[in-house]
C-alpha cells in the first residue's frame, strides 16, 4: 500500500546486510522446502492409501507367503466386496542395477481392486488371454523405451524355474496409467498363472492379499474377522488397513520425520539468531529516524507496525525465492523418492514460517520502536 | 606487520563483547552447521562400521548365482555338502570344515521404542557356526541345544524388539520357541539378529532349501581358488564373495542417501553459515570503521588489518565449530539408530562420532569462517581513510 | 492579533537516576498568529525543552500548554501524535531527513498520515517543493543534495501538511553564513508571504535578527523581552 516505498526503502539501507540476511533466510526455506518435501513425499503413500482396502499377510512377516486356498475364505466373509493378492517377484532387467518392481496378479481381481490404475478394456482383456502377458506402468514403458508387443526378459533374484535357471519372458499387452499418482505409474504386473506353474518352489502360495470392504467403517471388525479365519493356523495373518500398513513400513525406514524436524529445528534456531540480530541492528540504527516519523505524527503503535511489516517484507520474500527454487528443484529427487511434485502443503506451511519468523525477529525491535522516547531519541 | 596485526587483531577481539549479538551470528550459524553434518557423518560412519565390521577376509560367504541378498538366494543340501567339503576350507580337529549352511527367515516382532512391529532376522546356523564366528560371545544365559526350539538373541536386537529378552517366548508358524541366551559381536550385523539351530528352524518353516553357506578358508589367500573351484563346478550355480564384500555391498545403496543428506543438507547450511558470517564481519567491519581509518591515518599497514579481521572471524568460527561438534558427540554419540537393512529386516547401528569427524567438523567451520571473512577484510583494507574519519 | 500558542506557569522537571531537575520554572509565554519569534539562550537554558512543549513532542511537569485553542498538555501520547500531524511542521538543525528516500518522497512523508490519494499527495509535494525552491532536485536522495538543499527539503516536508505552527531548532546551526541567510530569508519569506507561524531555537544572533521578536531563556525562566510577543 502507500507505506510500500517507506517499508521498501528502510530495509535497502544498509545494502550488503539486507542482501546478505536475505539470503540467508533463503536457504533456510529451500532446505525447508527439500526436507519437508522429501518428509511429504514419504508420507504421500500413507495419505494417499485407500480407506476401502485392507491388505492381509502372513503374521510372521510380509516376506512369509500365504496360501492361495485362504482366498476363497477370505471372499466368503460379509463385508468383503472383493479380494485380489499380488506376490513379490524381485527382478531385474538385464543388470543387477536395473531392478524392476514386478508382481504376479489375477488381471481382473487385480485391476478390479485398484481402480486407480486405468487400463484401457482391450488391453485388460489381451492380458487375461494371454499366458506370458504384462502390463507395465507409463513411466516403466518411457524408462526402458517397451512398448505394447515387445518382448521383455526379467531375471528374479528369487524365483527360479525347474530348470535351475532364473529367467522368465514376458509379452508386454498393456500400459497403464495412474493419473492420481504420476509417482506410481513403474509397476511390472503378469499372470500369477504362468508365475505359479513356472517355478520350482512355494507353489500354491501368494505374498499377500488385498481385500476390498464394501463399508470403510466396518474396517476394524472385517481385519479381525480375517485373521480369526486363519487364527491357530500354520498360516496366520495380519490384516491391517492400508494405511497402517504404509505407515508401519515407513516406520522400518525409520523416524524420517523426526530427522527432519531436529534437522529445521537447528536451522530456524540459527536463523532467528541471524535474522533477529538484524532487525536489532537496523531499528537500533534508525533510532533518530523512528523519532522523526514520531515527530511527524506517526503514532507508537504505527511505528510498531512499520518495523514489524518491514520485518515480515523481508521474511516473505526471502522465504518466497527459498521456497520457489525447492519447487524448481525437488523434480531432480524423483529417483530417489519417488516424489514429483513439491506438495502445495510445504509452501502454505513455508508461508506460515515466514510469517512466524517475522514476528519472532522483529517483535522485540518494533517494541522498541514503538517505546522509543522522542526527546531522548532526538537529543542521543 | 606481526607486530601490528597482532595490536589491531587484540584491539578487535577486547571489541568483541561489545558485538555480542551479532558474533554470536556467525557462532551459532556455524555450531548449527557443523553439528548436523557431523551427526549425519556419524551415522554413516557407524552404519559402515557396523556393516564391515561383519566378516573376515577369511570368511566367505555362498549365495545362489543371481541373488543379491540372502533372502532371495536358495541352495539344495547336497549342494551344500559340495560347497563345504571343496578344498579350502579350514577344517577342525577332527577334520570336519568349519562352516555353516544357513538359512534366514524374517519375523515381525513389536519394538520397544514405538511399539509397532518391525522385521527381525532369525538365523538358522550349523554345527560349527560357534568355531566358524568366534567375535560371537554369549554374554548372559546359555547357547541353545540343537533339535529344540531355543534360540539366542543378539545384543543390538534385544535392545530394540520387546519380548526377547530370555526366558520368552516367540511362535511362528505354530511352534513355539524360548530365548535362551544374548550374545554380543563386536557391533556387527549379526547382533540384529536371533540365532537357533539350523535343522529346527527348518522344519518350523516347512523349508528344505538352504540360503547361504558360509565357511572358513585355511587363509585369505585361498579365496581366488576356492571361488574358481565353486564357478566352475557344473553342478552349481553360485556366486562367491569374501565376507567383507558381501556387507560392504549391502550398505551402498543407505550409504549414498547418507552421504547425499550429509554434504546436501550440510553443503546448504554451510552456505546459509557463510551469509551468516559475511554479515557479521561486514557489520563488523563498518561499525568500526573509523577507528580502522584512524589505525591507517597513523600508519598501520593494510595487510595488517586483513589479517586481523581473518583471524577474528576465524576465531568466531572456531567456537562455532567447537560447540557444534560437541554437542554433536553429546547428543548423539552412541545413539542406536535402525533402519530397513538388505534382508529387509531392521539393522541397529550405532552413531559413532569419530575424532577424525570432529576433527572435520572443526576444518568445516574454518572454510566457513575463513569465506566469510574474505570480502569483509578486502573492504576493510580498501576502507577510504579520509572519507571513515570524515564520517565521525 | 491572538495568540495561538499560550503557556501558563509551566514546569518541566526531568529525573535522572535520583536526582530532579527542574528545566523551565513557571514559564508563561504568549505567541500570536503569524509571528516569527526567535528563542534566544545560552546552552542549558531550556530553550529546547520549550520548543518541544510548544511541539507536542513532550508533556509540562505541571501547566498548561493551548496551541490553536487545544490544551495539548492533556492529550494522550497517541492523540498527540494524531495533532502533530495536524497542527506542527518540525525543521532540526541536522535536517533529519530519511537518508534512503528522493527528496518527493521524504516530503510525501507527513501525507501519508492523510487520506489523501496518491496523485493528490504527489501535487502537494510539488507544491511544497516549488516553495522551497527545489522542485527540480525531487528525485535526488540526500546525500545527493548540499546542507541547504537537504535543510530546504526538510522545510518542505514540515510545510506539505499545511500545519498551524512551524518549529525550528537550530535550523541553521549546520549551516555557513551564505546558506544560513538563505534559509533564513526562506523563513521569513513563509512568515510574511504565506503566514506561516514560525518559533525558532537559535543561540546565533545573526539569525535572530530575521525574527519579528526575540525571547530569552536563562535557567528556565524568561529573561529579556515581554512575555507577550
Known sequence: ?380 | MFKQTTAITSMNLRAIPQRMGTSWVIVIGIAVTVAVLVSVLAMVAGFSKTLSSTGRADRVIVLRGGSVAELSSTISRDNTINIMDAPGVKKDAEGKPIASAEMVAVVALPQRKTGTAANVTVRGVGAKAAELRPEIHLVAGRMFQPAVRELIVGRSALTQFKGVDIGSHISFRNTDWTVVGEFESGGDAHESELMGDIETVLSAFRRNLFQSVTVMLDSPDAFAQYKDKLTTDPTLTVDVQREPDYYAAQSKQLNKLLNFLAFGVGGIMAIGAIFGALNTMYSAVSARSLEIATLRAIGFGAGAVVVSVFVEALLLSLVGGLIGAAAAWLFFNGNTVNTLGANFTQVVFHLTVTPQLLVSGIIWACVIGVLGGLFPAIRAARLPVATALRAA | MSAIVSLHNVVKTYTRGKQTVEVLHNLSIDIAQGDFVALMGPSGSGKTTLLNLIGGLDRPSKGEVNVAGERIDQLSSGQLAKWRARHVGFVFQFYNLMPMLTAERNVELPLLLTNLSSAQRKQNVQAALTVVGLAERAKHKPAELSGGQAQRVAIARALVADPTLLVCDEPTGDLDRTTADEILHLLQMLNKDHGKTIVMVTHDPKAAEFASHQLHLDKGQLVEGSAHA
Open chain 1, 1 to 380: 500500500m502507500k507505506y510500500f516505498p517507506l517499508l521498501w526503502a528502510a530495509l535497502w539501507r544498509k545494502k550488503a546486510r539486507t542482501i546478505f540476511t536475505l539470503l540467508s533466510i533463503t536457504v533456510a526455506f529451500l532446505l525447508f522446502g527439500m526436507l519437508q518435501g522429501v518428509n511429504a513425499g514419504f508420507n504421500q503413500a500413507v495419505e494417499k492409501a485407500n480407506v476401502n482396502r485392507l491388505i492381509t499377510t502372513s503374521s510372521i512377516a510380509l516376506t512369509e507367503n500365504l496360501p492361495y486356498g485362504d482366498l476363497a475364505q477370505i471372499e466368503a466373509l460379509p463385508g468383503v466386496a472383493g479380494v485380489a493378492h499380488a506376490s513379490w517377484f524381485g527382478p531385474y532387467y538385464q543388470d543387477p542395477k536395473n531392478f524392476v518392481f514386478s508382481f504376479p496378479v489375477e488381471p481382473e481381481r487385480y485391476f478390479g481392486i485398484y481402480p486407480e490404475l486405468i487400463l484401457p478394456k482391450e488391453q485388460l482383456q489381451a492380458f487375461i488371454n494371454t499366458r506370458t502377458g504384462a502390463v507395465i506402468g507409463a513411466d516403466l514403458a518411457r524408462k526402458y523405451g517397451w512398448k505394447i508387443g515387445d518382448r521383455v526378459p526379467l531375471h528374479s533374484t528369487i524365483w527360479t524355474k525347474p530348470d535351475g535357471t532364473s529367467d522368465w519372458n514376458f509379452d508386454v499387452v498393456g500400459i497403464y496409467e495412474n493419473p492420481t499418482d504420476r509417482a506410481q505409474e513403474n509397476a511390472f504386473f503378469f499372470n500369477y498363472k504362468y508365475f505359479d506353474e513356472g517355478r520350482s518352489f512355494s507353489k500354491g502360495t501368494v505374498g499377500w492379499y488385498i481385500v476390498r470392504v464394501k463399508d470403510p467403517t466396518q474396517s476394524a471388525q472385517i481385519a479381525a474377522a480375517v485373521d480369526k479365519l486363519f487364527a491357530n493356523s500354520p498360516d496366520e495373518t495380519k490384516t491391517e488397513t492400508e494405511k497402517e500398513f504404509q505407515q508401519a513400513f515407513l516406520k522400518q525406514i525409520g523416524d524420517i520425520n523426526m530427522i527432519v524436524t531436529y534437522i529445521l529445528f537447528a536451522v530456524f534456531f540459527a536463523l532467528l539468531f541471524a535474522t533477529g540480530s538484524t532487525m536489532m541492528q537496523s531499528v537500533r540504527e534508525r533510532v533518530p529516524e523512528l523519532a522523526v516519523l514520531k515527530t511527524l505524527g506517526f503514532s507508537d503503535t504505527s511505528v510498531l507496525t512499520l518495523v514489524l511489516c518491514e520485518s515480515l517484507l523481508l521474511c516473505l520474500l526471502a522465504a518466497a525465492l527459498g521456497l520457489i527454487a525447492a519447487w524448481a528443484l525437488f523434480p531432480g529427487l524423483k529417483d530417489t523418492l519417488g516424489v514429483v511434485k513439491l506438495p502445495t502443503v510445504v509452501i502454505v506451511e513455508g508461508v506460515v514460517v515466514a510469517v512466524l519468523l517475522a514476528f519472532i525477529t522483529g517483535i522485540f525491535p518494533a517494541w522498541r520502536a514503538k517505546r522509543l522516547d522522542i526527546v531522548e531519541a532526538l537529543r542521543g
